[in-house]
């Protein structure tokens, strides 16, 4: 079988597409990157270590370390193989149907620019907010003389949509959603919607009482029953919603809609209705999604007869109209990622910037929610005792190839936790530079606090979190400075602005103000502009936690963890790990 097919078998193309690199699996063994998955190279390779710096051999005995390194391998010089080392790499890919490494994917998406997502938590009044007439011109003018056609239009408007629930409702717990489909352009934006909700992986039903006799229209209905999506017709919609659905989409009516629903769009609305005094629970109702305008709204006043829905979210499309400064759900969405300078600069709008390659982009902060329902439930394969290496460190290994390999950002942070004489704790997030049977290592200030804390308390613990796979690594034990050379090895391995900064910065200590960092950074660069080594400073190095307790965790439903503790004991004169199970 070729390895190319084996992975479309398995529905993952992007697992390996995405990080765009090689994964070295062991000593002998790189499963290379090629575009749409079509070529995975398969060559020998000497192996790397753990590193934030180019590829280097690797200092210690260990030979299995994992390295993440650019994609060089040419389709020409790579070879497609299929024996039973690759077939032991690829089972332990099974976990890819569960619903656990689905999540693994989506997380990585969606989480691509996280670090920059709160940049992007708008003021909702430093943003353009359309009136009926403006949107429709808008409209116009996108389908004239700027070339847009409706069908494009409406692709990239239910893709919005589709993203910015992504956004927030996860289909492991919102799964099922009912998308309500009215006759015009915003129900064609939900059948779009539709599919590809069902391709982020929901399961969605399409009431669409009023068909439109259009060939767009025709052709949007035949993608989605093609999919096998079932179509309900109003009355088959039971009383109670929310024992069926989880997420209602309502995509009835938009902006150029006058007058009062008709049926059987009436009768539709007012089971959605939230009466006053209420909530959405008590009324048996799933999330409520609106596209573009909440139906029942006026589309500049919002909801002046009380008889419109509340939703949940109102997913908003080329710009916000006006009704939606009335909007108290909790979540506000800007979709529709396709204005042109030109019709921006007409009608002076003021749009946020969206994220990376996000399609949506959120308005406003989302409102407070209620800490303890904040609750996540594990599903995950079983991890048995009979399945676990002997020997912790290579466990530890095989569960951190896995995180490298499932695209995981820094897989190598972890919480460092120390304590001083009195035993007063600290804890704070720092990156393993290396491991192997000796302990793990990582970098840091000889006087900074934790320094000082391990000076008088050698003794520390460990904690790497990998959330998408629901694990956990404790390790507890003794720790020591590493030998100066590999100090010294690993801080010319550097980036040179961060040797820089090493010098720059006394760890821990109180300064008046970042300008002391900038200025002492600014003359050191200029003194070490010739390129000459820098040399490593005596109170910045290295320190090894030898472990004598690793604990191993992998989340579970109900809460009923897998917990297996590996602990050091004596044989015979000879030092051993004794492995148990504890209770969750």
């Not at 070529?39 to 390779?45: P, Q």
């Not at 990622?337 to 308005?363: D, H, Q, W």
């Not at 904040?374 to 290994?397: A, C, G, H, M, T």
Request: charged letters at 20%.
């Amino acid at each position: 079988m070729a390895i190319g097919g084996l992975i479309g078998s398995y529905g993952l193309p992007c697992l390996l597409c995405a990080p765009r690199r090689l994964l070295v699996f062991s000593s002998s063994i790189i499963i290379g990157r090629r575009c749409d998955c079509n070529i995975i190279g398969i060559r020998d390779r000497p192996s790397v270590s753990v590193g934030t710096g180019p590829l280097r051999s690797a200092p210690s005995s260990t030979n299995h370390h994992l390295y993440a390194v650019q994609d060089h391998l040419s389709p020409k010089s790579s070879s497609c193989l299929w024996n039973s080392e690759v077939q032991h790499i690829f089972s332990r890919f099974s976990l890819i149907k569960s619903r656990s490494y689905q999540r693994i994917r989506r997380s990585e998406a969606m989480g691509t620019d996280a670090v920059h997502s709160l940049e992007h938590i708008h003021d909702p009044e430093a943003i353009s907010y359309l009136s009926q007439a403006d949107a429709i011109a808008i409209d116009e003018l996108l389908m004239g003389p700027l070339g847009f056609s409706v069908d494009q239009l409406m692709e990239l408007a239910g893709l919005s949509v589709a993203a910015s629930i992504a956004e927030v409702y996860k289909p492991d717990d919102y799964s099922r959603v009912l998308i309500i489909c009215g006759p015009g352009n915003n129900g064609g934006d939900g059948l779009v919607a539709a599919r590809h909700l069902y391709h982020f992986g929901y399961t969605p039903f399409v009431c669409y009482p009023k068909r439109t006799n259009k060939p767009l229209y025709h052709g949007l209905v035949t993608q989605l029953e093609a999919l096998a999506v079932p179509f309900l017709s109003s009355e088959e919609l039971p009383a109670q919603l929310a024992s069926n659905f989880d997420i209602v989409v309502d995509a009835m009516f938009g902006f150029s809609f006058h007058g009062a629903p008709r049926p059987p769009f009436d009768a539709l609305i007012r089971q959605l209705l939230v009466p006053s005094g209420l909530t959405r629970e008590n009324c048996g109702l799933p999330m409520i999604v609106s596209i573009d305008i909440p139906s029942g709204w006026h589309v500049e006043q919002g909801d002046i007869e009380g008889t419109g829905l509340r939703p949940d979210m109102l997913v908003s499309l080329t710009a916000p109209k006006l009704c939606a400064r009335k909007l108290t759900g909790s979540h506000h969405f800007l979709g529709g990622r396709f204005v042109p300078p030109e019709v921006a600069n007409r009608y002076s709008l003021r749009l946020p910037k969206y994220p990376g390659t996000a399609m949506c982009v959120r308005i406003g902060k989302p409102l407070s929610v209620d800490v303890a329902s904040l609750r996540e439930n594990y599903v995950s394969p079983d991890f048995l005792e009979e399945n676990v290496k002997d020997d912790p460190i290579k466990q530890f290994q095989e569960w951190f190839d896995d995180a490298v390999a499932a695209g995981l950002r820094e897989p190598n942070a972890m919480a460092l936790a120390t304590a001083d004489k009195d035993g007063h704790p600290s804890v704070r997030m720092v990156l393993l530079k290396g491991f192997d049977e000796r302990g793990f290592v990582w970098y840091t200030n000889y006087e900074s606090r934790k320094a000082h804390e391990i000076l008088e308390n050698p003794h520390a613990s460990l904690l790497f979190f990998w959330e998408a796979l629901h694990r956990q690594v404790r390790i507890e034990g003794s720790v020591e400075k590493v030998p100066e050379e590999e100090s010294d090895e690993y801080f010319h391995s550097r980036p040179r602005g961060s040797q820089i900064g090493a010098l720059a910065s006394n760890q821990s200590s109180v300064i008046p103000g970042r300008h002391v960092l900038h200025q002492a950074y600014d003359e050191l660069q200029a003194k070490y502009t010739d390129g000459k080594l820098i040399p490593r400073p005596e109170h910045w190095g290295g320190y090894r936690l030898k472990p004598k307790a690793i604990e191993f965790w992998q989340g579970q439903p109900s809460r009923l963890h897998d917990r297996l503790l590996y602990s050091r004991t004596e044989i015979n004169g000879k030092q051993n790990w004794k492995i148990e199970r504890l209770a969750p």
